[in-house]
């Protein structure tokens, strides 16, 4: 069974088969640190499954845009006549979290710390965006090259950690 385990210290993603380590990707996770709460643009912490994979039927470099393909692939020029855009390609493993209170649902408070309804994502980002650098605005980025990879090696219910 396939789990992953993204760590926020080392910008990593890596992939297990049971206890068997497989691959060691390099991510890019929040600018602004890992937190839990809506609009803090962190990336959340704690145990995820994956709860919807999206764009496997697109080509490598495809642009969404709520989840939806625009129908654009991503190339330089693209990006430099959109700069301010914040580019989802490639593939989407849109994570959930399941610790109620944590990063399910909201915490005792009230305030929302849901990992789906902040739309945290794992996606393909423009190979120019660096990659073991925290620059994201709460999503795990990877190469599009290894989202695509990824994508292909994880189901829908694959455990997630995030520390």
Known sequence: MITLKIDTTAQSLTVFDGDKLIKILPVSTAKNGTGQLENTG???LGRHIINDKIGGEHPKNAVFVGRVFTGEIYD?????TNPDRDW?????LWLKGVENGYNLGKTADGT???THARYI???GTPDSEPMGVPMSHGCIRMT???V???YDMVDVGTEVLII
């Open 121 to 123: 994502y794992i996606h």
């Open 42 to 44: 962190c990336t959340p």
């Open 76 to 80: 330089d020029e693209l990006g430099q």
């Open 88 to 92: 989802i390609l490639s593939r989407i």
């Open 112 to 114: 929302v710390c849901d």
């Open 144 to 146: 599009n090259d290894d």
């Open 148 to 150: 695509v990879w990824l």
